[in-house]
């Protein structure tokens, strides 16, 4: 019987979060409301430009590392623009008071306190990069001869700080299909004021 209970407990896996390339099956758990959704696409944004870094670190010529960079520097864009309807949806949160009651996709003030103290710093190394990003013809050629690291470093130092504090808000609803004719939800608390009863 301990044989069997060893090779049962073996086939059983902690659900994981869905994953845009590598993590697609039905036990995954996937974005339930638009906060889960751009928590998954900054980690896949992120994993993106870890990669091109590393490439970068790896190339041999000078082209490959200006190319890579450039790349990289798409991908921060990218990284800007869902950062910031993040940003958005933590900073219009509801607050509530932790010791009258429990909320529900609210935060405490304390929390966005915290989230206002990390957005700011990630603001203030934005304000030196995105606009410098956006370019026409003439001032392509001017970055491409100009681009270097030092260009996205503020904001890729400030990202993963307020990135990790923002993933453990009460903010996120995720929800998977285990098996046909069940859906499993975590992140909501299911109260009675949300429910309308008819009879």
């Keep these: 019987m301990d ?3 060893e090779i049962l407990g073996a086939e059983r896996k902690e659900p994981t979060t869905f994953h845009p390339v590598n993590e697609r099956s039905h036990d995954a758990w996937f974005p339930g409301n638009e906060a889960a959704s751009l ?3 900054v980690g896949h944004i992120w994993e993106d430009l870890l990669a091109l870094i590393e490439l970068r670190a790896n190339a041999a010529d000078e082209y490959s590392k200006r190319l890579l960079l450039k790349y990289g520097i ?3 864009r990218s990284l800007i623009e869902v950062f910031d309807r993040l940003q958005s949806i933590v900073m ?6 932790p010791r009258e009651r ?12 915290k989230a206002k ?3 700011k710093a990630y603001s203030e190394a934005k304000k030196g990069t995105s606009q410098k990003v956006i370019l026409d013809w003439q001032q392509v050629m001017v970055f491409w001869d100009s681009v270097t690291p030092d260009l996205i470093n503020p904001l890729l130092a400030t990202i993963p700080p307020a990135f990790d504090f ?34």
């Design 166 to 199: 923002v993933k453990e808000l009460d903010l996120f609803e995720w929800n998977r299909v285990p098996r046909e004719g069940s859906i499993e939800v975590i992140g909501g608390m299911l109260r009675p004021e949300y429910f309308e009863v008819t009879e």
């Design 74 to 76: 798409i991908e921060v």
């Design 92 to 97: 219009k949160a509801n607050t509530f008071d």
């Design 39 to 41: 928590v998954i696409q």
């Design 3 to 5: 044989e069997l209970d």
């Design 102 to 113: 429990q909320g529900w996709r609210e935060i405490t003030a304390e929390e966005k306190e």
């Design 117 to 119: 103290e990390l957005f």
